[in-house]
């Protein structure tokens, strides 16, 4: 079923009998082609491109719970390419232009809102390192443009610019970020793999891998054993307990990310900003309330909830910036789990066994690679070789020394 | 999170800096590691769901590096060691195998 204006319409005069399920239930078949396990944004993602682009058939989505119920359904929904290093840049620059055709593609409402990022800087060696970043992101095709203060201003009034500690001395724009409705991303995913004959099996959990001889047969699952000639996992937070499962350890850590939205305001915040001088970053979102987060909790954890001492610092970073937002009450908040890398890049790549593929280490930043990776993946999976935007994303840049270290932290993932 | 510091007591885990799993301890023989040895001590971690040991820096208090066994789970803290004393006993459970080994 195709959704249009049209259709909406006639639903509305006709009671809204004529809507279907936007996709099947079916019951496990005993094999498939290629399994991937987790319906996430990138598992979905991975099983549109699969069937749409790379003509796969007999493909299948393993999730464990309810499509959406992972990360991609608690993240603060920013879309952005604003990278540095060349291993990242021409991927998030892929991923963006994915993003701005997406709703054709998929015929899907995403609410992909292309209402701009603000990067704010608070000292001259800031303004310094933003110009150079806005300057690699130039050269790969993305849209950058440095702001001076006065600019910010009649945008964003209500800013603390004069703050004696951190004053507003500038700003890295990128006009073509913004912000997607999450779930919808899954939903509109999940439905387009579906309309191409992918199996979404949900309440199917991934408990083991058969593995002979060196060769990954298939999966062992809640609903029984399932053949597979290719397996892909794209599992995020919960990599390193899957991995595992194959005999694998991860250049990954779990840690847990928080986030908040306060009661529904006016519209108050065009776009996206960013604190440069702590670590805080607020959107409003269409129904009005002003999404916002920090920094990670900072220790292993596979909880979904933090602690209190990061709700304190993420609230300090909104008073510190716009002190009005100590008007707003906080309406919810929660935390999901983050793939955490050793370099703070991700993974897609073979494993050493035969037939089994590696998506992970997503870190806090995997939202806005949704259709990329699922794109480089399917190519991974149905061709066996990189995407060229993918190629620096291997396991073994830990060994050659090939890190894609964005902040320069080292092999300590609570920093990146 | 409260961790029960062994000298001082229940203290707020604000106070700490985390690093990572106390396997960080187990630092490679530098005369006999091969690069892989390194690779999978600087880079691969088992990361699991349930219990964890892990090195916790008193940086707001008396700056002693502590060993935490807690659940990454629930995060419940059941247990905790000076990384001293843990190190020490590394190191001579090493030496007791014969090993050259300078310990902590
Ligand atoms: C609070 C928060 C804010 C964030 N903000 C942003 C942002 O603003 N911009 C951005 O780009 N990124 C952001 N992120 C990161 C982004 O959400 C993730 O990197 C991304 O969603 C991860 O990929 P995914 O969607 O496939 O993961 P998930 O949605 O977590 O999918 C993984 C799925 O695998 C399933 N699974 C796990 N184990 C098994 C198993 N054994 N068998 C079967 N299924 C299994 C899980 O149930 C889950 O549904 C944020 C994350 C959080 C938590």
Redesign the pocket.
């Known amino acids: 079923m195709r959704y249009s204006g049209f259709k909406v319409i006639k639903e509305a005069l006709t009671g809204h009998k004529g809507w279907r399920p936007a996709w099947r239930d079916p019951e496990p078949q005993s094999h498939y082609d290629i399994v991937i ?7 979905l993602a991975t099983a549109h491109y699969l069937a749409k682009i790379f003509g796969q058939k007999r493909i299948a989505v ?4 309810w ?13 952005r390419s604003n990278y540095l290093l060349d291993g990242n840049e021409p991927f998030y620059e892929f991923s963006l232009k994915l993003w701005e055709g997406l709703e054709q593609d998929l015929n899907y409402n995403a609410m992909v809102s292309q209402r701009g990022i603000m990067n704010l800087i608070h000292s001259d060696a800031q303004r310094d390192a933003y110009i150079r970043r806005g300057n690699a992101m130039i050269l790969n095709g993305a849209d950058a443009e440095y702001m001076d203060a006065d600019q910010i201003r009649k945008e964003y009034p209500f800013l603390n610019f004069d703050d004696a500690r951190f004053p507003i001395k500038g700003g890295l724009a990128q006009r073509r970020g913004g912000t997607v409705r ?1 779930d919808a991303v ?1 939903w509109g995913y999940a439905r387009s793999a579906d309309s191409h004959g992918v199996d979404i099996l949900q309440n ?4 083991g891998f058969r593995i002979e001889n060196g060769k990954c047969l298939g999966v062992e ?1 809640s609903r029984g054993f399932i053949g597979a000639g290719r397996v892909g996992c ?5 990599s390193g ?2 991995m595992s499962k194959a005999g694998m350890r991860l250049p990954i850590e779990s840690h847990v ?3 908040f939205v306060s009661e529904g305001l006016k519209p108050i915040l065009p776009g996206v900003i960013t604190f440069g001088a702590g670590h805080f ?1 607020v959107s409003q979102s269409d129904k009005g309330g002003l999404v916002f ?1 920090g920094d990670i909790d900072g220790y292993n954890s596979y909880a979904q909830r933090g602690n209190l001492p990061v709700v304190e610092d993420v609230c300090e970073g909104g008073m510190a910036l716009m002190p009005m937002i100590g008007r707003a009450r906080l309406l919810r908040m ?6 955490m890398s050793m370099d703070g890049s991700p993974i897609i790549d073979r494993t050493h066994i035969d037939g089994l593929y590696f998506n992970g280490g ?9 259709p990329a ?1 699922g794109y480089a993946f399917a190519h991974l999976l149905a061709r066996d070789i990189p995407h060229p935007t993918a190629t620096a994303y291997r396991f073994d840049r830990f060994e050659t020394g090939h890190m894609i270290d964005e902040k320069g932290m080292g092999n300590q993932p609570n920093l990146h | 999170m409260i961790i029960n510091h062994p000298l001082l007591g229940p203290r707020d885990s604000a106070e700490f800096t985390y690093l990572g799993d106390a396997s960080l301890l187990n630092r490679p023989d530098p005369d006999t590691a091969t690069p892989k040895d390194w690779h999978d001590y600087a880079y691969l971690r088992d990361n699991p769901a349930g219990l964890h040991r892990e090195l916790w820096f008193h940086e707001g208090g008396d700056r002693s590096w502590l060993v935490v066994t807690r659940n990454t789970v629930t995060h419940e803290i059941t247990k905790v060691e000076l990384a001293r004393d843990v190190a020490r006993g590394l190191a001579s459970d090493v030496a007791g195998m014969g090993t050259k080994r300078s310990g902590g």
């Open positions: 396990i987790g319906g996430g944004g990138h598992g393993l999730e464990k719970g499509i959406g119920g992972g990360n991609v359904g608690r993240n603060t929904t920013i879309i999450h899954a199917c959990e991934v408990t699952t794209a599992v995020a937070g919960s307990r899957l990310l928080q986030a970053y987060g929660w935390g999901g789990i983050m793939d997503w870190c806090y930043g995997g939202f806005k690679a949704t990776s």
